[in-house]
């Protein structure tokens, strides 16, 4: 396996143990390989026989000093650990901070080994045939991202490998999504725009998973602006990306209600739409207006949410034919706990059947 060789120099033993130990027993055992040196000379000999493109020199801010003197004997990328927090952020092109958590640290000096090779980190993808399901409404308020963190925590707890990624210009899911790095999906952007071929493996660097419910995410974009310029090319890139990168069963993809290019190219590539709809006079005008956008009409199913019962307005006079509904839920009048939202036995056994009747091409009432 054709991992990514990582030379550690540090005459601080046991955290190198403790890195070398951690690296063996969790997901990056398969992702890199980690030599521990306290001299440079045999952390020299050790780089010779490696590949300049797939290996990274890592060492204290001792060694600085020796390594740029000598630097023919190190052609690779050089990291330094600092134990200044301050110092690491102010030099985060070549410092890094020691004292974070490991899964992070190596996570980051992946990412800064992507950068320096314009090439991905070898990462063994999953082969699997990746499915996109874009939740889409015309209006915003219609419980669209609520849907999709459901959807996103049922198919994961049938043991589907699933990513939640949300192109919202602002996405109520971040409430939700705290345990993740905040710039995880403007890094990925970032990496993409820079070298397009590093997407999927980038992607596998950057998800978080939800400790609680199982499925990965990136990070809602935390800038409006850097949302807005997400253009149609942007999102073909990105989702081919993930497509590539074969460890997602499924895409759980959380669109805007507009029709900006982005959402438009989103759902042109979708393999199922779910379109979410209100006993709405103005949404339901809004949808029919809007429901032949990007010809994904043979692939759309129309969900009514929020639904008490009994409906007041033809839905099929605006050209809407209802592949199911949503139960409306009182208590989600005010949240104080955003867990509420995927925690609600009624709400999720109806998110249930949807994904049931999704899987098995089957109707859902």
């Not at 030599?35 to 045999?42: E, I, M």
């Not at 020199?57 to 990328?77: D, I, K, T």
């Not at 949808?287 to 994904?296: E, F, L, W």
């Not at 009624?346 to 059947?353: A, E, L, S, Y």
Request: charged content about 20%.
């Amino acid at each position: 396996m054709n991992r990514l060789l990582l030379v550690w120099v540090d005459h601080y033993t046991e955290y190198g143990s403790r890195l070398e130990q951690f690296v063996r027993t969790s997901e990056y055992r398969d992702k890199l390989e980690i030599r521990l040196f306290t001299q440079l000379n045999y952390a020299s000999q050790c780089l010779k026989e490696a590949d300049p493109n797939r290996c990274m020199l890592v060492c204290s801010e001792a060694f600085r000093e020796a390594v740029l003197a000598s630097a023919e004997q190190f052609p690779c990328m050089h990291i330094y650990v600092s134990d200044d927090k301050n110092r690491s952020s102010a030099h985060a092109g070549t410092l890094i901070y020691r004292y974070q958590p490991l899964r992070s640290l190596l996570m980051e000096l992946m990412l800064r080994q992507t950068e320096y090779v314009g090439n991905p980190v070898s990462i063994p993808f999953g082969g699997r045939s990746t499915r996109i399901v874009s939740l889409y409404s015309s209006v915003g308020g219609y419980g669209k991202s609520v849907t999709a963190l459901n959807m996103a925590a049922v198919l994961s707890s049938q043991h589907k490998s699933v990513l939640y990624l949300t192109l919202e210009t602002v996405s109520a899911s971040s409430l939700l999504l705290q345990d993740g790095r905040t710039d995880s999906f403007s890094r990925l952007l970032y990496l993409m725009k820079k070298s397009p071929e590093t997407i999927a493996a980038c992607v596998d660097t950057l998800k978080s998973r939800h400790p609680a419910y199982g499925f990965d995410y990136l990070m809602p974009l935390p800038n409006i602006h850097e949302a807005d310029e997400l253009s149609a090319d942007d999102v073909g890139s990105l989702l081919a990306g993930i497509r590539g990168n074969g460890s997602f069963d499924y895409v759980i993809l959380d669109l805007d209600s507009s029709v900006h290019p982005r959402n438009e190219h989103a759902l042109s590539i979708s393999d199922t739409v779910i379109w979410l709809v209100a006993d709405d006079l103005y949404g339901l005008n809004k949808t029919r207006q809007m429901k032949n956008i990007a010809g994904v009409e043979d692939k759309t199913r129309f969900v009514l949410n929020k639904y008490t019962g009994s409906t007041g307005n033809d839905m099929e006079s605006f050209g809407v034919s209802l592949y199911g509904k949503l139960p409306y839920i009182p208590e989600w009048k005010t949240i104080t706990e955003p867990t509420a939202w995927v925690n609600e036995p009624v709400f999720t056994d109806g998110v249930n059947r949807l994904v049931q009747s999704l899987l098995q091409g089957a109707e859902f009432n």
